[in-house]
T-cell receptor, first 114, second 114 residues
C-alpha cells in the first residue's frame, strides 16, 4: 500500500518570506499523481498544486511551486512571498493512476507571522 | 458551478446513538468519496462510489458504518451505534470520472461523540 509522510507537524514563516514543506511517499508504481491540498479553518480542502509523475518538469502555480524528485520519492512545496492568507494545514497526497482515491499524509500546520 | 454540499456542519451525539451525514456532489460527477479525518491526522478513505456502485469500502467499519448512494447522486453515511473514537470530521468529495486528477471537497461535518 502507498504511504505518504510529512515529517514537519508545524512550520512558521515571516510574511513575504519563502517556506518549504516536505513530503515523501512510498510506492512501487511508476504512474501516479501527487498533490498539495490546503485546509483552512473552514475545513474545505482546496487543491494548491498537482504533479503528474511522468512529467519531469516541476509544477508551478503563481507563488506555489514543487520540487519533485521521483527517484528519491520526494515532493516538497515551496511557497514564495508568503501571505497571511496562506496560514492553514497543508496536506500532501498521492493517487495511483486509474480510478483510485487520494492517500493523504498527516499534514503540516503553517503559520504566517506578520 | 455549485460545489460539494454537506450537511449538517456540526453534530454532537452521545455514544451508542446513531447519526447520518448527507452529501450532494457536483452535478455530473460520477465518483463520490467519504473520508474520515481524525483531529491531527490526514483524511482516510472510508468508501468510494462510482455512480451507485461501491468501488472500495475496505476501510469502512461495516459493523457500525453504512453508506449508500441511491440513483448515483446524493449519498448518506450512517454510524450506528457511535463510539467515542468516531469523533472526527467527515469529508465528502467528488470527481467527474474518478480517473481525472482533481477531486472537489465539501466543507465536512464535524462529529463529536460524548
Amino acid at each position: 500500500a502507498q504511504t505518504v509522510t510529512q515529517s514537519q507537524p508545524e512550520m512558521s514563516v515571516q510574511e513575504a518570506e519563502t517556506v518549504t514543506l516536505s513530503c515523501t511517499y512510498d510506492t512501487s508504481e511508476s504512474d501516479y499523481y501527487l498533490f498539495w491540498y490546503k485546509q483552512p479553518p473552514s475545513r474545505q480542502m482546496i487543491l494548491v498544486i498537482r504533479q503528474e509523475a511522468y512529467k519531469q518538469q516541476n509544477a508551478t502555480e503563481n507563488r506555489f511551486s514543487v520540487n519533485f524528485q521521483k527517484a528519491a520519492k520526494s515532493f516538497s512545496l515551496k511557497i514564495s512571498d508568503s501571505q497571511l492568507g496562506d496560514a492553514a494545514m497543508y496536506f500532501c497526497a498521492y493517487r495511483s493512476s486509474g480510478n483510485t482515491p487520494l492517500v493523504f499524509g498527516k499534514g503540516t500546520r503553517l503559520s504566517v507571522i506578520a | 458551478e455549485a460545489g460539494v454540499a454537506q450537511s449538517p456542519r456540526y453534530k454532537i451525539i452521545e455514544k451508542r446513538q446513531s447519526v447520518a451525514f448527507w452529501c450532494n456532489p457536483i452535478s455530473g460527477h460520477a465518483t463520490l468519496y467519504w473520508y474520515q479525518q481524525i483531529l491531527g491526522q490526514g483524511p482516510k478513505l472510508l468508501i468510494q462510489f462510482q455512480n451507485n456502485g461501491v468501488v472500495d469500502d475496505s476501510q469502512l467499519p461495516k459493523d457500525r458504518f453504512s453508506a449508500e448512494r441511491l440513483k448515483g447522486v446524493d449519498s448518506t453515511l450512517k454510524i450506528q451505534p457511535a463510539k467515542l473514537e468516531d469523533s472526527a470530521v467527515y469529508l465528502c468529495a467528488s470527481s467527474f470520472t474518478g480517473f481525472d486528477t482533481e477531486a472537489f471537497f465539501g466543507q465536512g461535518t464535524r462529529l463529536t461523540v460524548v
